[in-house]
């Protein structure tokens, strides 16, 4: 069965700091995805990455970088130097060669809240 | 750049009244998803469709029906809306396999 578990339910910065939204994963599939999500308070869903299951290399956009690690089932995002654009909730997804029509699993989501 | 429109972001109804909230993708995708999101819950899916007039029930198609009568349209339709329908709606198309689902703005229905 998939499951995509994002623990923290909020959390809250302040500008510049660093902060990393943590997401596991469970796929007994070995070929799968991995997206994030961000959902800014307009409510649209904003694709941020796809990582298959295949490539372990993390990777950087900006101020924003992944860290995949098959070993701890775990994707993690971290954005460095936060800005409050930034505030918004993040979701953490999978699909897997199991999933019915490519359905997405998304965990619970986590609320970011950057302040000046 | 794809482009999936919902028809309303805001729509109040009343108990018992039926609903349709109305999805249209401009990029020829074949895949077609209906979410809902509440607080806490994250999003869950209702209702998806590969194909036009083909459907399958997601995880809480309870309360809930859909229609696909052309490839780019997907409805959602609540028979008799109940309080508990209250929530945000959200529309996703996909491209055959591919991976990535695209979302619409979504639809924030309150049913009084």
């Known amino acids: 069965a998939q499951k995509v578990t994002q623990a923290q339910t909020e959390i809250s910065v302040v500008e510049k700091e660093d902060v990393t939204l943590d997401c596991v994963y469970e796929?007994?599939?070995?070929?799968?995805?991995l997206f994030w999500y961000k959902q800014p308070p307009s409510g649209e869903l904003v694709f941020l990455i796809r990582?298959?299951?295949?490539?372990?290399q993390n990777e950087i956009s900006g101020r924003y970088s992944w860290n995949f690690q098959k070993s701890t089932s775990s994707f993690n995002f971290t954005i460095t130097a936060s800005q409050v654009v930034d505030s918004a909730v993040y979701f953490c997804a999978l699909v897997d060669r199991g999933s019915t029509l490519g359905r997405l699993y998304f965990g619970r989501g986590t609320q970011l809240t950057v302040w000046p | 750049d794809v482009k999936v429109t919902q028809s309303s972001r805001y729509l109040v109804k009343r108990t018992g009244e039926k609903v349709f909230l109305e999805c249209v993708q401009d990029m020829d995708h074949e895949n077609m998803f209906w979410y809902r999101q509440d607080p806490g819950l994250g999003l869950r899916l209702i209702y998806f469709s590969y194909d036009v007039k083909m459907k399958e029930k997601g995880d809480i198609p309870e309360g809930y029906s859909v229609s696909r009568e052309k490839k780019e349209r997907f409805s959602l339709i609540l028979e008799s809306a109940s309080t508990n329908q209250t929530s945000m709606y959200l529309c996703a198309s996909s491209f055959g396999q591919g991976p990535e689902q695209y979302f619409g703005p979504g639809t924030r229905l309150t049913v009084t």
């Open positions: 796929t007994r599939d070995t070929t799968y995805y």
């Open positions: 990582r298959n299951s295949f490539d372990e």
